[in-house]
């Protein structure tokens, strides 16, 4: 895989609170992460990882935060300036992800149609990120006829194809056979190798296998960082 050689990218994020239905989901959270970071997420369910990923990704309006960078001189406390930061960085990946109907070319493709590239750049772009994923063969199939393994790693493909600084994978392993699994650790450790900031929620008690360097867990609504 081609190192993309990014320097490394510093976000810090504070007073991180989210409530539902009057429940607290999230209190007061404080963290930094690094692109250089691979993060394991865990926390019974419904403690509120998918939560925090969606806050971290621009998806959802917290109740309160503050988020400042390398590339910021102010912390960013207004929601839309921060979520077009988020939304740039951080690219969110369900456990059972959407592709539109079409080919998976297509739906790899889409989000490099908004970016000043010829079809044949496209097209090589494409093919790159799908021998990424070993899924070379699919390049015409449609959507609807993947499994669901194969949908997870053709969402990895279309997330990496974009360039983000952070992939937030979301119980990735949930409708995956063991081939799939073992196929995804391989493609997920080298997105580390490619200097993409990984955050990965599991309760698959294989990702062991997964080259992690920090552990975060939520209990409570707080935050605690556990030895790897």
Known sequence: MKKLNKQAIIVKLTNISYQRNKQIILHDLEFEISSEN???????????????????????????????????VKNKKSWLAAKKFLRKNFCYLHQSPYLFSGSVHDNIAYGLKHQALS?????HKVNEALKIVSLQHLYNRNSYALSGGEKQRIAIARSWVIHPTFIMLDEPFANMDKHSRNSTYDIINQLKEDNIGIILTSHDPHSGELDFNRHMHLHQGNMIEKTI
């Open 119 to 123: 079809r044949q750049e496209i097209d």
């Open 38 to 72: 691979f993060i394991l997420m865990t926390g019974q369910n419904g403690s509120g990882k998918s939560t925090l990923l969606k806050i971290i990704s621009g998806l959802l309006k917290p109740d309160s935060f503050s988020l400042s960078h390398k590339q910021s």
